[in-house]
C-alpha cells in the first residue's frame, strides 16, 4: 500500500450540526487524497501543525510504511477543513483542533469508528478537552508527557566545545539505532518502542532523512536527527547523548551546527523543536542557543476498555 492518489477513493462522511451550518468528519482512505485536501488549511500555522505535516510526508516519501490501518480525518465545516485527527496504531490520536466546539462530533465519531483509542496527543488545551469527554464517567484521563515547542530564532553557537559536526550516513546505522532506541527509551516512556530500529533508520536514511553525528577524536559522542522540511518547517528530532559522556556540551553545539546548516537550506523558514517541560535543563540549553519558547503540546492516555464478553 502507498500513499499515491486514488480519484474513486472512498469516504465516510458523517454529518453533524453546530450553529446550523454543516460539519462533516471526513475519513480519506486515501492518504494522498488527505494530504491535498488539508494542505491549506495546515499551510494556515505550519509551525504548531508540523507534526501532522510530518507524519504525512513521512509516509508519503517513504520514510515510514503505510500498514493499512491509519486514520486521517479532516473536520469541514461548510466546506473548509477547520481540523485535522491523525491515527498511526500504536501511537495515540493526534488532533489538532482550534475550536473546541468540534471536540464533541469528533468524540461521537471517533467512538464508532476507533472505539479503542490508546490516548490523544496535540496542542494542550484541545488534547485535555478532548481526553475529558472521551474519559468514562467518574474517570480522568493520565497525563503521558508534555512538552513546550520551540523556534530557532537568532542562533547563538556555543564555543569551546570540542569536536565537530558529520552528517550520519548508512555505515553509521547500527549505532543511529541502537541510540535511537534508547532515546526512546528514556524520553517517551509511554510510546511504544519498534522492534525495527535497524530497519526504520536504514529506511529513513534512504530517502534523505538527515541524521547527525558530533565526533571527538573521530568517536561519535551524541546524535540527532532533523526533518525533511515540511511547508518550509524542520524539527530537530531525537537529541541523545549516552549518559557518560553528558555535561561536556556535545548536545548543544551538535544542534546549533545542525541548525545552522538546516536553516541555511533554501526550502527551511524555521527550525522548530519539542523539549520535555518536566526537564528544564535541556529547555534552559535550547534557549541559550536561540531557541525561544512556542506553546505546549501533551498527551493522554487512556485505559483499555474493559472486555465485558464472556466465554
Same mark, same amino acid.
Given at each position: 500500500?502507498?500513499? =499515491?492518489? +486514488?480519484?474513486?477513493?472512498?469516504?465516510?462522511? %458523517?454529518?453533524?450540526?453546530?450553529?446550523?451550518?454543516?460539519?462533516?468528519?471526513?475519513?480519506?482512505?486515501?492518504?494522498?487524497?488527505?494530504?491535498?485536501?488539508?494542505?491549506?488549511?495546515?499551510?494556515?500555522?505550519?509551525?504548531?501543525?508540523?507534526?501532522?505535516?510530518t507524519? %504525512?510526508?513521512?509516509?508519503?516519501?517513504?520514510?515510514?510504511?503505510?500498514?493499512?490501518d491509519?486514520?486521517?480525518?479532516?473536520?469541514?465545516?461548510?466546506?473548509?477543513?477547520?481540523?485535522?485527527?491523525?491515527?498511526?496504531?500504536?501511537?495515540?490520536?493526534?488532533?489538532?483542533?482550534?475550536?473546541?466546539?468540534?471536540?464533541?462530533?469528533?468524540?461521537?465519531?471517533?467512538?464508532?469508528?476507533?472505539?479503542?483509542?490508546?490516548g490523544?496527543?496535540?496542542?494542550?488545551?484541545?488534547?485535555?478537552?478532548?481526553?475529558? =469527554?472521551?474519559?468514562?464517567?467518574?474517570?480522568?484521563?493520565?497525563?503521558?508527557?508534555?512538552?513546550?515547542?520551540?523556534?530557532?530564532?537568532?542562533?547563538?553557537?556555543?564555543?569551546?566545545?570540542?569536536?565537530?559536526? =558529520?552528517?550520519a550516513?548508512?555505515?553509521?546505522?547500527?549505532?543511529?539505532?541502537?541510540?535511537?532506541?534508547?532515546?526512546?527509551?528514556?524520553?517517551l516512556?509511554?510510546?511504544?518502542?519498534?522492534?525495527?530500529?535497524?530497519?526504520?533508520?536504514?529506511?529513513?536514511?534512504?530517502?534523505?532523512?538527515?541524521?547527525?553525528?558530533?565526533?571527538?577524536?573521530?568517536?561519535?559522542?551524541?546524535?540527532?536527527?532533523?526533518?525533511?522540511?515540511?511547508? *518550509?518547517?524542520?524539527?530537530?528530532?531525537?537529541?541523545?547523548?549516552?549518559?557518560?559522556?553528558?555535561?561536556?556540551?556535545?548536545?548543544?553545539?551538535?544542534?546549533?551546527?545542525?541548525?545552522?546548516?538546516? =536553516?541555511?537550506?533554501?526550502?527551511?523558514?524555521?527550525?522548530?523543536?519539542?523539549?520535555?517541560?518536566? +526537564?528544564?535543563?535541556?529547555? *534552559?540549553?535550547?534557549?541559550? %542557543?536561540?531557541?525561544s519558547?512556542?506553546?505546549d503540546?501533551?498527551?493522554f492516555?487512556?485505559?483499555?476498555?474493559?472486555?465485558?464478553?464472556?466465554?
Open positions: 500500500m502507498d500513499g =499515491r492518489r +486514488n480519484e474513486d477513493a472512498p469516504v465516510l462522511v %458523517i454529518w453533524h450540526r453546530r450553529d446550523m451550518d454543516a460539519l462533516s468528519c471526513i475519513v480519506d482512505s486515501e492518504l494522498a487524497v488527505f494530504a491535498e485536501a488539508t494542505a491549506r488549511w495546515r499551510a494556515t500555522d505550519p509551525i504548531r501543525n508540523n507534526v501532522a505535516s507524519v %504525512i510526508d513521512a509516509r508519503l516519501g517513504g520514510a515510514v510504511p503505510l500498514v493499512g491509519e486514520l486521517w480525518l479532516r473536520l469541514v465545516d461548510a466546506g473548509t477543513v477547520v481540523g485535522l485527527a491523525l491515527h498511526t496504531p500504536p501511537f495515540p490520536l493526534l488532533l489538532l483542533a482550534p475550536d473546541l466546539n468540534l471536540i464533541d462530533p469528533l468524540v461521537e465519531t471517533l467512538r464508532r469508528i476507533r472505539p479503542t483509542l490508546s490523544v496527543g496535540g496542542p494542550l488545551t484541545g488534547a485535555e478537552e478532548f481526553a475529558r =469527554r472521551w474519559a468514562a464517567p467518574g474517570t480522568a484521563p493520565r497525563v503521558g508527557s508534555v512538552h513546550r515547542m520551540f523556534v530557532l530564532d537568532g542562533l547563538r553557537a556555543p564555543t569551546g566545545i570540542p569536536g565537530r559536526l =558529520r552528517r550516513d548508512a555505515p553509521d546505522t547500527a549505532l543511529l539505532a541502537e541510540w535511537s532506541t534508547a532515546f526512546s527509551a528514556e524520553a516512556p509511554d510510546e511504544p518502542i519498534p522492534a525495527d530500529a535497524v530497519e526504520n533508520v536504514a529506511r529513513r536514511l534512504s530517502v534523505g532523512v538527515p541524521y547527525w553525528l558530533w565526533e571527538v577524536d573521530g568517536e561519535a559522542v551524541s546524535m540527532m536527527a532533523t526533518s525533511p522540511p515540511a511547508l *518550509g518547517i524542520s524539527r530537530v528530532q531525537s537529541v541523545y547523548t549516552p549518559p557518560e559522556r553528558r555535561r561536556h556540551g556535545y548536545a548543544a553545539a551538535m544542534v546549533a551546527a545542525a541548525c545552522a546548516e538546516t =536553516r541555511a537550506r533554501p526550502d527551511v523558514d524555521e527550525v522548530v523543536l519539542f523539549a520535555d517541560v518536566a +526537564n528544564p535543563t535541556s529547555s *534552559g540549553v535550547y534557549r541559550r %542557543i536561540g531557541f519558547d512556542l506553546h503540546v501533551a498527551q492516555l487512556f485505559d483499555a476498555p474493559e472486555d465485558t464478553t464472556s466465554d
